[in-house]
């Protein structure tokens, strides 16, 4: 009998070696550490170990050191900003099995990659960068302490969200999935928009989603994919999880009409009760364009049916409640007009038949988007076994090292094939289940599926 242990966080601390420059104020250096009950020392040597390693590696690189390689433990490092260091420490998956009375220990090294997991760390600062601002600049407005206290207050709970086991090729793109519409709907939605952000002047940006994809958005590329993923895998499923605890209305009948003073639309950030004006409920407080303005925004979501508009406003611009009537009097109608017709368009889509015998991950780096079909749209866990998963991985991180185009293809000891292709900034990974098919054919099968599913997009032959 064979048991495989899971890939687990060892151990998560932030450090600054300018903060405990002199011998005996070592433990000044350190800012934050996960788990809280670790001794003293033991967090000494563990940011000593760290600084040793990356002062070590700069005599051979100019590039800092992304992971150090032992048996039992594979560790990450992140420079996110001058002086700052991010390291993360996760357990290596083992299996014990019984022979001749003993206990023999492997230790499945290649389970965990360094493209992933020194993804999982960056998301990890870009999140915390997202509701808490950079390290450098809560220093200039406060002091150490202070950022130690954000760094106490955040993390702690953010590091429970991890789901180490089941991170992959999906952390290293981090990318955003966006929601084809015809023409008019799409420009509908855009005066939409327009109107919003000329009726009430407190709105700086505003994002339009369905179904926890994108169709909209007025922030910056790398502002927005930070949201959209705080968005997707913490907010919406959290209000949906609550809204389905309360109790629903019947569904399978046909949508009553929607008016003017009736309508599907409330608040996921902000009052829960229109009826309520000492409940504005809970705002959070996001920081965008830290690296040229540097704004703080408050979040509001507002959601009817299927389709969610966040509107960001500052802080000292929103009024007071009667505002988040007007907008609910606004948005409502609208919103759940607009969401109804969006539905059908969306309905047929997903009604068309799909090809099973390959699944595929799509990525462009020049506008995010991302597709796949080897996850489970909502969960986003892999639906393909994780050797596979794997292997798309380690593709991604050879294309990562040459700055021409690739393409790669490989045979699994399965009978599956594995087909990489890099070119002009996008990024088409495709499994094809064909046992009996030789390479030639998979050649010809790779490109019969991107001119069926991505006829508008060149791929180099």
């Known amino acids: 009998m064979t048991n495989r242990s899971c890939i687990t966080l060892y151990n998560f601390f932030v450090y600054n070696s300018n903060f405990g420059p002199r011998e005996g104020e070592e433990h000044k250096k350190i800012l934050f550490f996960h788990p809280a009950d670790t001794n003293i020392d ?81 998301q990890a600062y870009n999140m915390f960068k997202l509701f808490m601002g950079p390290f450098t600049s809560i220093l200039k407005l406060t002091n150490v302490q202070h950022l130690m206290q954000r760094l106490d207050h955040f993390f702690p709970r953010y590091l429970q969200t991890l789901r ?113 004006s000492n409940n504005l409920g809970k705002i959070p ?19 009817a049916l299927s389709a969610t508009v966040c509107l960001m406003v500052e802080p000292t611009s929103i009024p007071g409640f009667e505002w988040y009537k007007k907008i609910d009097a606004f948005l409502g109608p609208q919103l759940s007009t607009l969401a109804s017709d969006i539905s059908e368009q969306y309905s047929k889509r997903a009604s068309l038949p799909s090809d099973q015998q390959f699944k595929y991950i799509y990525f462009n780096h020049m506008n995010l988007a991302q597709k796949t079909t080897i996850h489970n749209r909502k969960t986003l866990s892999a639906i393909i076994s994780p050797e596979i998963v794997r292997l798309i991985a380690d593709i991604n991180a050879s294309f990562v090292k040459t700055e021409d185009d690739a393409e790669t293809v490989m045979k699994t000891v399965s009978d599956c094939w594995v087909v ?39 791929f180099l032959d």
């Open 420 to 458: 990489g292709k890099k070119s002009d900034q996008r990024e088409f990974y495709v499994v094809i289940n064909q046992k009996n098919a030789n390479l030639i054919e998979i050649n010809e099968e790779v490109k019969r599926l991107c001119s069926t599913h991505f006829n508008n997009i060149f």
């Open 42 to 122: 033991t967090k000494i040597k563990a940011v000593g170990l760290s600084e040793a390693v990356v002062k070590f590696t700069e005599t051979f690189s100019d590039k800092p050191c992304d992971a150090l390689h032992t048996q039992k433990t594979r560790q990450v490092f992140l420079q996110p900003e001058k002086d700052f260091w991010m390291v993360m420490t996760v357990t290596i998956p083992k299996s014990e099995t019984e022979k001749d009375g003993q206990t023999h220990i492997e230790y499945h090294e290649d389970d965990v990659q360094d493209s992933v997991y020194g993804a999982v760390l960056k």
């Open 164 to 276: 180490l086991g089941q991170a992959d090729i999906m952390e290293v793109h981090n990318g955003i999935q966006f929601l084809p519409l015809d023409k008019n709907t799409y420009l509908r939605i855009q005066c939409f928009i327009n109107l919003i952000e000329a009726t009430f002047s407190q709105v700086k940006y505003t994002a339009f989603l369905y179904n926890d994809q994108l169709v909209w958005s007025g922030l910056e590329q790398d502002d927005m994919r930070i949201l959209y993923k705080y968005l997707t895998t913490s907010l919406f499923p959290t209000a949906l999880e609550s809204e389905m605890c309360r109790e629903s209305p019947k569904s399978g009948g046909p949508l009553p009409p929607i008016t003017s003073s009736s309508h599907f639309g409330k608040y996921v950030t902000g009052p829960q009760n229109l009826n309520d």
């Open 285 to 303: 407080h996001i920081y965008v364009n830290t690296d040229t303005r540097y704004e703080e925004l408050n979040l509001i979501a507002y959601r």
